[in-house]
């Protein structure tokens, strides 16, 4: 049997544009207010609309905060990934993931801030396939850097952790206004340290 979802006809355009712009109204609310306080009517409030407006397009309030998570991800896949990808050797990779994330972080402040209070409220970061994806490239990186002899001998599912622990504290130290430039070449040195091999 069909699910619901499968009978809704594809949305046009112009609704795609209403719901991006609602999910950045949605940004600003909840970096200025907390997501426990980004209700719709505040959302509307904020984006010149009625409330049944952002029903018609989000049905819950999860699935409205839902869409700023989806965005910050793809925000950051925009912004970091190529630097990834065009990266010579693992080692240059990790590096410019790490660097580039702290970077991102500066950029979009307000996402950031978002990102982590809807995390706040709702921890179930680990269980987001955005989250599964970006751990999955960063062992990735590390297991390839480890069989090309850049990297020494380590756990990488304990490294990347560490790396993701690492940058979530940078979060909210650019947050706090620390220099993003200079936190993120101490943490690509740091890293470096922490995984090349002793022939590099």
Known sequence: MPSPKADRPEPTFIQNARREQLI??????????????????????????????????????????????????????????????????????????????????????RHMKALSAIFATAPARGERSEHGAEMLEVHGLLESGQQTGEFRSFDTRIMAMTIRAALDAAVWQVGAGDDAVKLADELRRTFDAATRSDGR
């Open 24 to 109: 950045h109204c949605a940004v600003d609310v909840i970096a200025e207010a907390g997501a426990e306080k980004a209700s719709f009517v505040r959302i509307a409030e904020r984006a010149g609309i009625s409330r049944g407006v952002i029903s018609y397009h989000f049905g819950t309030r999860e699935e409205l905060l839902d869409g700023v998570v989806q965005l910050v991800y793809a925000l950051g896949e925009q912004e970091v990934g190529p630097l990834v990808r065009a990266a010579g050797s693992s080692r240059e990779a990790l590096l410019e993931f790490i660097g580039g994330s702290v970077v991102f972080y500066a950029a979009y402040p």
